[in-house]
């Protein structure tokens, strides 16, 4: 593993910036076109109709200008990424069949580690393919499915094509439809009927090859009346050229059920990460999205609750950290269809140097979903004069029964906060993250203890030096 | 004075303010402060609104806002005027805020074992039992239930409750020397009395300070050892504790009028 010295000076808090040498099966040559995406697919040992729909969505993608609002994409360059490179060794089920220099990059991520301890099961994806994933016996006993996606396409191809696609269309914008095109590695997931897990699912992303893309693609059914929480984790190495991550995250919450999908972002600050999260929720079922983004250059990410049936709820929990050079564009949708839905949104950001976070959300409430009712709470925190945030809301209402609630509130840290913690015997440093910990607590506190702990520690590191 | 060849640490254990001179950007608010506590005793600190009362405590402190322009506040012998205000903590000098400020998400149990680990050697770890103890044992003097350590630092607290819980804070971290800030104000009798207890638990040959008030009434409760009035960033008058008693009855006109002189 190698130190990359020439890029410490932009980014010297990030301890997740090493990497491997490249050693890959299949490398696709770079940027875009008809001819890696036939490789892809070639590579996966496809069925046409998924030949055809990469195809197609190629077509969306190319016809799609590049967003204008939100974030500057001015500097990816789709040009210089690798679309596709196949690590050698996959999708083993045992750490002992990972190739060793990927298995000593988990083992240092601290993720058979972790999966020992507490989780239900591990999926762990090295550049575009799933490296390593597994279920523990309990779980594959009753029922629950947790595979790769191309091995969820393969082996449950029916229920596979009933959900592909169906929530995020490659026509929602133009990086699903980059990623319906170029998609490989991420988790199909089936909880059955009742099933409830009650220990966290986890996958982990790690890009380490220069300029190369990651475009991993979710399949999650939460089967009625069952539970689970899924948590994603991901990492890079940190170049002077930037990275591209494009995942798409499909869920389904059926009537009854109650799903929480948690990201811990942690990406190098050279990544473009611009992602589609979105859960389709029916009657009664509760979907949850915890999500905190510390990392990346620039992120764009909006996960979304759609509320079809009756009784249905959505509460998307966000936290943003936004450093020097960083631009956290994140939020929320929350769109109501039926009566009696409800939903919540917590958003909180932090911004320090030349860092930017916004929060953009949209809150829909279609005519007929009577009484239904979203709340937004968005705060942001700036820890100096540098610093910059902004408040996007949305509110669409077509019914005349919905009730929204909004506010925002802007804060700086007070300086009698910071001596009031020094007089007990804290540093201005302890200080300031003891009163950012503070901020997030409500976030956090809705984490496992371990990721929890995690999330504090990374805010720990990114504050290291920043108050004074 | 010590130098490296001399084993034994002779200096007086103490808090001596000399010639302490303080502003708030131009404006000058200590003139010129000198005052001696051993540890071991309490110093009642009165005198009227606006000359200079929580300015020094602040000072002491470390408070940022003001600048010392001239004179020096040695502790057991060493000046902290140049000490950041958690090196002046972690030397035991400990202020009991007029106002204490409200953190958000941050419980006063994780608040106060980090606190106390800060005071500890690198390497060393408070225990839990050593956490635990302390706590049951300060809660129980402050007739205080155990679940309000899992609340917010000050979050939404009345008055009275930050007050009371600025004692436990004290009482968890034992320092050597105390600053109370008008801890009296606002509190009524019951919480008071509770505020007293706490101190007078503490009180003995290891605890000085400096009780800052404007009136007699903790006084009665607190018994301090002397008592200094400031006036005009001076110290004007010092004597036993019947001297809050004389302030008391006959107001502060007359030491107004002794600033004067």
Same mark, same amino acid.
């Given at each position: 593993? &190698? ?38 697919? *070639? ?72 999966? *020992? ?90 890009? #380490? ?50 799903? *929480? ?45 759609? !509320? ?53 959300? !949209? ?7 009577? #009484? ?28 005349? &029964? ?67 | ?261």
């Amino acid at each position: 593993m &190698t130190v990359n010295p020439e890029v410490n000076d932009i980014n010297n808090t990030y301890e997740y910036g090493w990497s491997n040498p490249e050693r890959y099966a299949v490398k696709a040559p770079k940027g875009l076109s008809r001819e890696v995406v036939e490789m892809i697919s *070639r590579n996966k040992d496809e069925p046409q109709w998924m030949l055809d729909f990469r195809l197609k969505a190629l077509e969306i993608f190319y016809s799609k200008p590049m967003p204008t609002w939100g974030a500057d994409l001015s500097g990816l360059n789709l040009d210089e990424i690798y679309y596709y490179i196949k690590p050698e060794g996959m999708n083993a089920r045992s750490w002992d069949d990972v190739p060793d220099d990927v298995k000593k990059t988990f083992e240092r991520l601290g993720i058979p580690e972790a999966e *020992r301890a507490a989780l239900a099961g591990v999926g762990a994806q090295y550049e575009s393919e799933m490296v390593y994933h597994n279920l523990k016996e309990e779980w594959e006993k009753l029922g629950v499915v947790f595979l790769s996606i191309e091995d969820g396409l393969k082996q449950y191809p029916d229920l596979f094509r009933e959900h592909f696609a169906t929530i995020v269309p490659p026509e929602d914008n133009k990086f699903a439809a980059i990623n319906s095109a170029v998609w490989s590695g991420g988790s199909f997931v089936y909880v059955p009927k009742g099933v409830k897990v009650d220990i966290p699912l986890q996958t982990y992303f790690r890009i #380490n090859a220069e300029s190369s893309g990651q475009f991993e693609r979710t399949l999650i059914i939460i089967d009625e009346g069952a539970q689970a929480h899924y948590i994603e984790g991901c990492t890079a190495p940190a170049y002077n050229s930037d990275s591209f991550h494009s995942g798409v995250i499909e869920i389904v919450v059926k009537e009854g059920a109650r799903f *929480r999908y948690s990201t811990i972002q942690n990406w190098s600050h050279n990544v473009y990460n611009l992602v589609t999260q979105r859960a389709a929720v029916y009657g009664h079922g509760v979907m949850e999205w915890v999500d905190g983004n510390l990392g990346s250059k620039v992120t764009m990410k909006y996960p979304a609750c759609y !509320l079809l049936e009756e009784g249905a709820r959505g509460e998307v929990l966000s936290i943003a950290m936004a450093g020097r050079g960083q631009h956290q564009d994140a939020g929320a949708k929350i769109v109501h269809f039926a009566a009696n839905t409800s939903g919540s949104i917590v958003s909180k950001s932090i911004s320090k140097d030349s860092g930017r976070s916004s929060y953009r959300g !949209l809150v829909k409430i279609y005519e007929g979903a009577r #009484n239904a009712k979203t709340n937004v709470e968005c705060d942001a925190l700036l820890l100096d004069e540098e610093a910059r945030t902004d408040t996007y809301p949305y509110i669409e209402i077509e019914e005349k &029964t919905a009730r929204v609630g909004h506010e925002a509130t802007v804060s700086k840290i007070n300086d009698e906060q910071i001596l009031y913690l020094q007089s007990r015997g804290l540093s201005e440093d302890q200080a300031a993250g003891l009163i950012v910990r503070g901020f997030i607590e409500p976030i956090a506190k809705e984490l496992p203890l371990e990721y929890a702990v995690e999330l504090n520690r990374l805010i720990e590191l990114e504050m290291e030096g920043s108050v004074g | 004075m010590t130098d490296q060849s001399s084993p034994v640490q002779t200096a007086p254990y103490q808090i001596e303010i000399r010639n302490l001179h303080a502003s708030v950007g131009d404006m000058p608010i200590l003139k010129g402060i000198n005052l001696t506590i051993p540890r071991g005793e309490l110093h009642a600190v009165m005198g009227p609104n606006g000359n200079g009362k929580s300015t020094l405590a602040k000072v002491i402190v470390g408070d940022p806002e003001y600048t010392v322009t001239e004179g020096e506040v040695l502790v057991d012998g060493q000046n902290i005027l140049e000490m950041e205000p958690d090196e002046r903590a972690r030397l035991g000098v400990f202020l009991a805020f007029q106002y204490p400020v409200e953190i958000p998400g941050v419980t006063i149990a994780n608040f106060l074992r980090l606190a106390m680990q800060a005071r500890k050697a690198e390497g060393e770890e408070v225990s839990f039992s050593e956490f635990y103890g302390k706590l049951l044992a300060a809660l129980k003097v402050l007739e205080w239930d155990e679940s309000i350590v899992e609340r917010y630092l000050n979050a939404g607290f009345s008055g009275g409750e930050k007050k009371r819980n600025e004692i436990l804070q004290m009482l968890m971290l034992e320092p050597t020397y105390i600053i109370m800030d008008e801890t009296d104000s606002g509190l009524d009798v019951d919480a008071l009395k509770i505020v007293a207890k706490g101190v007078n638990s503490m009180r003995g040959a290891n605890l000085g300070g400096l009780i800052i008030t404007h009136y007699q009434r903790l006084l009665d409760y607190i018994v301090p050892d002397r008592v200094h009035i400031i006036v005009d960033g001076k110290v004007v008058q010092s004597g036993g504790p019947e001297l809050a008693k004389k302030l008391d009855s006959e107001g502060y006109d007359w030491v107004k009028e002794l600033a004067l002189a």
